[in-house]
């Protein structure tokens, strides 16, 4: 069996598998993409004194301040999050969740601390994945009016979104010197360059996704660690962060690449 059957066959497994699951699929994906706004959200219910005392101590910003941050916070995350998978004002909904990662970025100084930079980075390029499908269903409405040309916002909106998804890998790489290691990141970057120009792109997400679910649940099985040890939470944030570019990936899958990108480009060649 030659390299190009193999991938035929592994491309064919993929198109059986998105016919199966087409119904469910972008459900799945808003579920795990928001997983970590809601995770976050219930948090700031739960532990809404130790985070409204955080803040006014870092900021000095005084108690009714600190308080709106984390009502704003919960409020915003949660409701997001129920707009998002019910389908409703999708887009407002991402945009507040857009706000809400620019704030959290500024309020907790995570512009210094590179790896949750670009972690956030790609929550956003996880919600522009979700403003072009919304998109893209608005469009349908419409079906009889013709629609903007090759360069539409939505199109870029998906490239943006593949190309953000990347930051969230960068920080999944183990920079040691394990042949596990060395292997997991050569095989994740291949991966993920297919995924950003978009190249076999449902194949390469696919993979991607199941490779990602086995990692994380692999390393950040939070539940085997007791709730009052700080590694709980470290542990916890990581899961739902990769669930959420999990989420991403499912989109792409679900959506396909888009106009910019390479399995567009294959068929006008």
Request: charged share 15%; aromatic share 14%; proline share 2%.
């Amino acid at each position: 069996m030659g390299h190009s059957d193999l991938m035929a066959t592994a491309e064919d497994f993929a198109d059986q598998f998105l016919r199966v699951t087409k119904q469910y699929l972008p459900h799945m994906a808003r579920l795990c993409l928001v997983s970590t706004f809601l995770e976050d959200g219930i948090r700031m219910w739960f532990q809404w004194s130790e985070q409204r005392d955080y803040i006014e101590s870092t900021w000095n910003c005084g108690y009714i301040l600190a308080s709106l941050f984390v009502f704003l916070n919960l409020v915003g995350q949660l409701g997001g999050c129920i707009l998002i998978l019910s389908r409703n004002f999708v887009q407002y909904a991402c945009f507040a969740l857009f706000g809400i990662i620019a704030l959290q970025t500024i309020a907790y100084s995570i512009l210094w601390d590179l790896k949750f930079l670009m972690r956030n980075l790609a929550l956003g390029g996880g919600l522009l994945l979700l403003l072009a499908e919304s998109r893209s269903e608005g469009k349908s409405m419409f079906a009889g009016v013709p629609t903007m040309g090759e360069s539409s916002p939505k199109q870029y909106m998906q490239l943006g979104g593949r190309v953000l998804l990347i930051l969230m890998f960068m920080t999944l790489l183990h920079f040691d010197i394990s042949l596990f290691s060395i292997l997991q990141n050569i095989v994740g970057t291949a991966l993920i360059v297919l995924v950003a120009v978009g190249f076999k792109t449902k194949l390469a997400a696919l993979t991607l996704v199941i490779w990602l679910f086995a990692i994380n649940i692999y390393f950040n099985a939070f539940w085997t660690i007791p709730v009052y040890k700080p590694m709980h939470d470290f542990l916890k944030y990581d899961f739902f962060q990769t669930m959420s570019v999990i989420g991403g990936l499912l989109l792409v899958v679900a959506l396909g690449p888009g106009g910019v990108s390479m399995d567009e480009k294959k068929k006008e060649w």
